[in-house]
Structures are given as structure tokens and as C-alpha cells.
């Protein structure tokens, strides 16, 4: 499976952003999907995840009440909508897809990644 993040952009703190994920190739209803982020000298942090079905999402504790992931299987995409931004949510996000056949309430280890979309928060 093939993913494309869009939706990078420059925001104030407090502000929202939502970035998506679209995917082609293989089914993508098959693929638990999640993101990842990562600023430059620093390892990429998971932040969430949802289920094949998106019944089930799991999310970084640095961002639970204020991220939420959604997706359309019918249009091959996943969401992250992101709110209350702090500067410290910025970094380059990645979206990521496992072909996991269980739903698991942590981070995955992707088998395929995506382009990163930079979010830059500013104060």
C-alpha cells in the first residue's frame, strides 16, 4: 500500500489543523493505519492509531483529548484532526499502516510509511 500525508501547514498555538492520509494499492480497510511524528535529532514518536474498521482508535498520552483519528474506508483515507495545538506538537507527521488481523490498544510497528507533512505551531 501506497500513503500520501497532506495537509502540513503553519498554525498558532492553540489553534487546529487537520492532516490526511490517502492511500491506494492494496485494500486499506485491511491495514490498521496510525501516526507517527518526529522533530529533526530526535527519534519519531508514535501518537496514534485506529482500527481497520475505525471502532478503535489509541492514542500517545501527549495528545489524548486533543488529537483524533478518523478514517473513510470507502475513500481510502485517514485523518488526524488535531486541536489546542502547542508548539511542542511540532514536527514532521507521518502516517504509517500495519496488516495486523487484531485490533491492539498501543503503537504499531508499520510495514509502510508515508511522506512526512510538517505542522509548524507557533506561539
Known amino acids: 500500500v501506497q500513503l500520501q500525508a497532506s495537509g502540513g501547514g503553519l498554525v498558532q498555538a492553540g489553534g487546529s489543523l487537520r492532516l490526511s492520509c490517502a492511500a491506494s494499492g492494496r485494500t486499506f480497510s485491511s491495514y490498521t493505519t496510525g501516526w507517527f511524528r518526529q522533530v529533526p535529532g530526535k527519534e519519531r514518536e508514535f501518537v496514534g492509531t485506529i482500527s481497520r474498521s475505525g471502532t478503535s482508535t489509541y492514542y500517545a498520552d501527549s495528545v489524548k483529548g486533543r488529537f483524533t483519528i478518523s478514517r473513510d474506508n470507502a475513500k481510502n483515507t485517514v485523518y488526524l484532526q488535531m486541536n489546542n495545538l502547542k508548539e511542542e506538537d511540532t514536527a514532521v507527521y507521518y502516517c504509517?499502516?500495519?496488516?495486523?488481523?487484531?485490533?491492539?490498544?498501543?503503537?504499531?510497528?508499520?510495514?509502510?510509511w508515508g511522506q512526512g507533512t510538517l505542522v509548524t505551531v507557533s506561539s
Open positions: 504509517a499502516a500495519a496488516p495486523l488481523t487484531y485490533w491492539y490498544s498501543g503503537p504499531i510497528s508499520p510495514a509502510y
